[in-house]
């Protein structure tokens, strides 16, 4: 993998050229991982950026509290990433504790094994009405019409979102994960509707309250603001506006992103490895133990979230100032052979633990239980419904997003 000149007005190594991070992912991760444990980069938003490659070093950091999320511990300059309202930009992606720690209890309850685990009927009769849709037609976008569909219906369900309102929320999406360079405009866009469409909807729910997780965060946020405004959420217990507004966004999103992906990428997995697709046919019980192999092999986030030094660091021989952006290569570390036993191959039988595609430490993704109790439910319907299940279109052609931040399908097309 070649360097490339410095960006101008930067300092430090060249930048390695991470085009074929999205041309070629895995075999130009293994390049960099044997190179070396930390390169430098052009980072998510075009800026200078150290990228970690090696699964001790990443699964380390990510629970290390001298990395900070909060961008304010950003060096001036050094950091620009995606240009939220601050009614979206208080999310716990940007939080570091207290505050951090605050806002999640808040949430987190919603999200138990337990509590999951009562929604997985309802989300198993929304995954049968699915492919009941698209079962006549013989073949479909399984991106689209499935991966694609259960997700986004689960979280709106949950938040208490209406029918009505879950049109748009895919385009919005994907304006803001994979940007078009056609549509300059279209992020910006994308920021301003998904603002006025939750701003209303909170708006709704606290004129008419509902048996839904978005009403009981409201109740939450008023109950504890009490005579004050509660617009600062300054580490007095209270829930802001603009954290409220930030955390049913980021609940909506992150649910239904990650989700998509991880449904598709898995499925595509199988389809690639027939014996482990028909062992899993015969005996669906294998799939909660084939979880986390589908989520180490081929996950949906490639990168954790930037992270920002609060002292100078060593990493590998390799110090990285206070200040500068850090990125996580959870998609290289998931195929680190100092860790894993052949680490390209899929084996769901080897049991192999400590994958990093929910995260680690603090930031461990507050839905793991939801995650995988919807991979379980849509692979389990999904193999069962159809045994003819295969890829419409050479494997060749299949086309992932250009993008070095997450690791999802651009399409599906398959056939039973």
């Not at 309802?122 to 995954?127: K, N």
């Not at 949950?158 to 994979?178: E, K, N, Y």
């Not at 006025?196 to 004129?207: G, H, M, Q, S």
């Not at 461990?364 to 849509?378: H, I, K, N, S």
Request: proline letters at 8%; one cysteine or more; charged letters at 25%.
């Amino acid at each position: 993998m070649q360097n490339t000149a410095n960006a101008a007005g930067t300092d430090g190594p060249e930048l390695v050229d991470t085009a074929p991070l999205v041309e070629d992912l895995y075999p130009a991760l293994a390049e960099l991982r044997e190179a070396g444990p930390v390169h430098r980069i052009a980072g998510t938003d075009g800026r200078p950026a150290w990228l970690v490659t090696r699964y001790e070093d990443v699964r380390r950091l990510f629970a290390d509290p001298r990395l900070a999320l909060d961008k304010r511990h950003a060096a001036p300059g050094n950091y620009s990433g995606f240009s939220l309202p601050p009614a979206l930009d208080a999310n716990l992606l940007n939080m570091d504790p207290p505050d951090h720690t605050r806002v999640r209890r808040l949430v987190v309850k919603a999200f138990t094994p337990g509590r999951v685990e009562k929604m997985r009927e309802p989300v198993r009769r929304v995954a049968e009405e699915l492919l009941d849709a698209i079962e006549p037609d013989g073949r479909a976008d399984l991106l689209a019409a499935y991966a694609g569909q259960l997700p986004i219906i689960v979280i709106c369900d949950l938040l208490g979102v209406p029918q009505r309102d879950r049109r748009d929320f895919r385009a919005w999406s994907d304006a803001l994960i994979t940007p078009d360079p056609a549509r300059p405009r279209a992020a910006k866009e994308a920021v301003g509707s998904m603002l006025r469409f939750y701003t209303e909807l909170i708006a709704k729910k606290r004129a008419e309250p509902a048996d839904d997780l978005l009403s009981d965060l409201i109740r939450v946020r008023d109950d504890e603001a009490g005579d004050g405004d509660g617009s600062g959420g300054s580490g007095d217990g209270r829930l802001s506006e603009d954290e409220l507004t930030s955390l049913a966004f980021l609940i909506l999103l992150a649910g239904y992103e990650n989700t998509v992906h991880l449904i598709a990428n898995s499925v595509l997995t199988l389809l690639d490895h027939p014996t482990a697709l028909q062992e899993l046919r015969e005996d669906p019980s294998g799939l909660a133990a084939a979880f986390d192999e589908l989520a180490r092999y081929e996950g949906p986030v490639s990168l954790g979230i930037r992270r920002f030094p609060l002292e100078d660091i060593e990493i590998g021989g390799v110090t990285i100032p206070a200040g500068e952006t850090v990125l996580l290569s959870a998609a290289s570390a998931h195929r680190d052979p100092a860790h894993f036993k052949d680490p390209d191959e899929f084996n769901p039988h080897l049991g192999r633990s400590g994958h990093l595609a929910l995260g680690h430490g603090i930031h461990y993704c507050l839905g793991a239980p939801l995650a995988r109790m919807e991979l379980e439910t849509a692979l389990a319907a999904l193999l069962r419904r159809f045994p003819g299940l295969r890829l419409d279109v050479p494997r060749e052609r299949l086309r992932w997003r250009p993008t070095i931040r997450a690791r999802g399908l651009i399409s599906l097309p398959v056939a039973w």
